[in-house]
Structures are given as structure tokens and as C-alpha cells.
């Protein structure tokens, strides 16, 4: 084997075994040069092939650094299925089994959506933290105006527009999180036994809110590359007196679907013509891996029919 390619397998190794993680720089082409007692030349052909093979890539006058290695190839699960009729929600059950699997180191975690504390960021959040704590004395630790401090809203507001949602500081709600918003959201239009769409499968969480209200929940198909089934929407809401379909139009909770532009349009016709309200819960909205993130359900909304929530649990800290 040529030694170039040998060394590109060295190198291979020393990042598959974590010793250069995602994203980090690899040593310079002299210091690897020694390191692996070989030529300077040879290391810089052994670079070019793991370039080539995407392994690493050059960023100008830096250097190499590590590339995001490449999923394996994976079938997608199958889409969930519509329900005939409207039902009372029981997460009991389905709560326990989770809670109890999280106890088993064995099992990987896929239950809940939890940010691993290496894509925290914690030095940041320590600076902001005690800056704040001097900054505002003990207002830091006061009541803010009930409905949430005025700086965070214009932040959010702000935020917002790469949604491409235009939204004014007095339709923004501060809450604790996505569970309590998405309460809200639901007390707010609903009542004890009316009927609301949710795609199916969907996290168990938006079950145990519909469930706490005493609102039953019809379950419309979705898949997991094109999102919640629109024919099988309107079926719903055909049959059933649907008061609100609760949703999540960018990379959905279990299935990762994203409903696409048009779509998006589409189920806002829908939600009109049939005179219900969308829930969008946009969580991952901003875990794009593109620099783009996807728009929002509510940025197309010109009729007054999407309640929108987010939170900031899955990237800035849950905490
Ligand atoms: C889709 C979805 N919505 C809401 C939540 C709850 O978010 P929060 O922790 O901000 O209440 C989660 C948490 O995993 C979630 O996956």
C-alpha cells in the first residue's frame, strides 16, 4: 500500500476513536509530519485523499478540520395511521414505560429530547448569567410584568423574522417553556371534550396536555419525510367537529418530517375553510442543518389561524 495512503488510515483511525472530534482542528501538516515520522509530502497527499473522501475539509489559511461523518444509510419508519374517530387521551401507561426505560444505561435515549450537555453552551450561559445578576441588582431576581420582560420579547420578535413570522412585542407571551405555552395555547380556543387533530405519531407530551384538559384527540396520518397527511386532515375535519389541529410543521417530534412550503399554505386554507385553529409548536425549527431555517406555519398566516410557540430547551439549555 502506498504510505500516503497508509498515513490518510492513521489519521482515519485517530478520528474514529474521538481522538479529533467534529468540527475540531487537526494538527498542523509539520507536526504530523513528525508525529507519524513521515514526510511532509506524504502527509499533505494523505490529506488530499481524506478531503476527497469528506472525511476532513480545508478552511483558508487555517487548516483542516473534521467533517460530520456520514449517517449510515437507514430505512425510514413507516408513516403513522389516521384513527376512525375522535378519543379521551391515557398517557399513564405510555409515561411509566418511558420513565422506566430511561433507568436502562443499555437502552439508547430516544424517548425524550434531551440536549447532550457537550452542545451546551455553558461558558457563555455562566458570563450571561452573573452579568445579568450585576447588571440588574435585584431586579434579577424580582417579578417581571406579567406578560414577560420587554428586552427578551423584542429579542424574540427579532428572532422571529428568520422564521419569516413579523410579529409586534404585544403578541408574544413569555412562558415557562413549550409545555406550558402549548397549555395555554390549547385553554385559550378550546374546551373540556372538544375535538382536537394531532398528527400521529407525535410526542408524548402534547398527548399529556390534550389528556390534563379533557379534550379528545383524532389522530391524522403522518409521514415521516412529508409531514402531517392534508387529505387525511380535511377528512377529520369533515367528519368531526375539529376545534384545532396541533402540529409540528418543521422537523417533527418522533418522525424529524418537515411539511413543505406549499403544504404549509395549503393546511391555512384548510384550517379556514373548515374553521379550526393550527397549534404550531416549532421546537427544532432552528436545529436546521442548513444555514437556512425552514419558515414557519405562521408566516403564512393571514387569516388569524396560527397560534405559534417555541422555546428555547433544545438550543440554548433546557435549564
Ligand atoms: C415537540 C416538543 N414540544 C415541546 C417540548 C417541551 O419543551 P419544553 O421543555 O420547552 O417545555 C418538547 C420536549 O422534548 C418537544 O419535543
Redesign the pocket.
Known amino acids: 500500500m502506498a504510505l500516503y495512503r497508509e498515513v490518510a488510515g492513521r489519521i482515519q483511525q485517530q478520528i474514529d476513536s474521538g481522538l479529533f472530534s467534529f468540527g475540531e482542528r487537526l494538527p498542523g501538516v509539520r507536526k504530523l509530519s513528525q508525529s507519524m515520522d513521515v514526510s511532509v509530502s506524504t502527509v499533505v497527499q494523505a490529506q488530499r485523499l481524506l478531503e476527497d473522501n469528506g472525511v476532513i475539509a480545508a478552511r483558508p489559511r487555517s487548516g483542516f478540520y473534521v467533517c460530520q461523518p456520514s449517517m449510515p444509510e437507514t430505512t425510514l419508519p413507516a408513516a403513522g395511521l389516521s384513527a376512525a374517530q375522535p378519543v379521551p387521551v391515557t398517557t399513564g401507561e405510555v409515561t411509566l414505560f418511558l420513565g422506566q426505560l430511561s433507568q436502562q444505561k443499555e437502552c439508547a435515549q430516544l424517548g425524550?429530547?434531551i440536549p447532550h450537555t457537550d452542545f451546551l453552551p455553558m461558558r457563555a450561559l455562566q458570563k450571561s448569567l452573573s452579568s445579568a445578576v450585576r447588571q440588574f441588582d435585584e431586579r434579577a431576581a424580582g417579578y417581571t410584568s406579567p406578560g414577560g420582560n420587554e428586552a427578551l420579547k423584542q429579542q424574540i420578535a427579532r428572532r422571529m423574522r428568520f422564521a419569516g413570522s413579523e410579529v409586534d412585542t404585544e403578541d408574544i407571551l413569555i412562558t415557562g417553556?413549550?409545555?406550558?405555552a402549548?397549555t395555554l395555547a390549547l385553554r385559550s380556543i378550546a374546551e373540556p371534550g372538544d375535538v382536537i387533530a394531532i398528527e400521529s405519531p407525535t410526542?408524548y407530551?402534547?398527548l399529556q396536555a390534550v389528556e390534563s384538559l379533557g379534550m379528545k384527540a383524532i389522530e391524522v396520518a403522518t409521514d415521516p419525510v412529508e409531514g402531517i397527511s392534508l387529505p387525511a386532515l380535511e377528512m377529520a375535519a369533515r367528519q368531526w367537529p375539529v376545534k384545532a389541529c396541533l402540529l409540528?410543521p418543521n422537523f417533527q417530534?418522533p418522525l424529524g418530517a418537515k411539511l413543505s412550503d406549499d403544504n404549509k399554505e395549503k393546511i391555512i386554507g384548510l384550517a379556514e375553510r373548515f374553521d379550526f385553529m393550527l397549534i404550531e409548536?416549532d421546537?427544532?425549527g432552528e436545529l436546521s442543518q442548513t444555514d437556512q431555517r425552514p419558515r414557519s406555519l405562521h408566516s403564512y398566516d393571514d387569516c388569524g389561524r396560527v397560534i405559534y410557540y417555541s422555546?428555547f430547551?433544545?438550543t440554548v439549555s433546557?435549564g
Open positions: 425524550f429530547a417553556g413549550a409545555q406550558e402549548l410526542y407530551g402534547l409540528m417530534n409548536d421546537i427544532y422555546s430547551s433544545k433546557p
